[in-house]
């Protein structure tokens, strides 16, 4: 007996779609081969003129300035998670805010770092963790965080004090 063939959860792109990205790509290599010649154009000419008419080198505000550097530089997803860090209170709430707060963000594999100041946070804030990704990727664009990685307090200090040696780094130097 033939068992009929489950349809696949992702469905193969069609012809019409790959025909879709295909022209989309000419046309970006396109408009690149066009304002290259563009500007080897003024470049004979004597560089470029100005005019009435906006161009690349008109001033922009701060802002404008700044989301164009991101864009052409690809920060976009960075920029993102830092503002979140900015936002984190907000985000979370004042009390988590106050026990946890983000360290640091790793792009390539999308992993946010949150340090809690006691092992009680820690255990409260990775029962959470699903909850908190479903909000920054809502925030911040789909896929941007898949894990937070959650942190627990450090250990104390190194002491110094009249009873250590010089270079000591306490008492698991003077065993194994």
Same mark, same amino acid.
């Given at each position: 007996m033939d068992? !009929?063939?489950?349809?696949?959860p992702v469905p193969e792109?069609?012809?019409?779609?790959l025909a879709r990205v295909a022209l989309r790509a000419a046309k970006e290599q396109a408009r690149a081969r066009g304002a290259a010649a563009q500007q080897k154009k003024q470049a004979r000419r004597g560089g470029l003129r100005s005019g009435a008419r906006a161009d690349g080198r008109d001033p922009l505000p701060l802002g404008a300035a700044i989301n164009r550097l991101i864009t052409e530089r690809g920060w976009e997803a960075p920029a993102a998670v830092g503002g979140v860090m900015g936002r984190w209170p907000q985000m979370v709430g004042p009390e988590v805010a106050q026990h946890c707060q983000p360290?640091?963000?790793?792009e390539d594999a999308r992993v946010l770092t949150v340090r809690c100041d006691s092992t009680a946070w820690? +255990?409260?804030l990775r029962l959470l963790a699903p909850q908190l990704v479903a909000r920054l990727n809502a925030?911040?664009?789909?896929? +941007?965080?898949k894990m937070i990685k959650v942190l627990g307090p450090g250990g104390p200090a190194p002491r110094y004090g009249p009873l250590r040696s010089p270079g000591s780094t306490g !008492?698991?130097?003077t065993y194994g």
């Open positions: 068992q !009929p063939a489950r349809p696949s792109p069609s012809g019409v779609d360290q640091r963000y790793d820690a +255990t409260q925030e911040l664009g789909h896929g +941007t965080v !008492p698991g130097d």
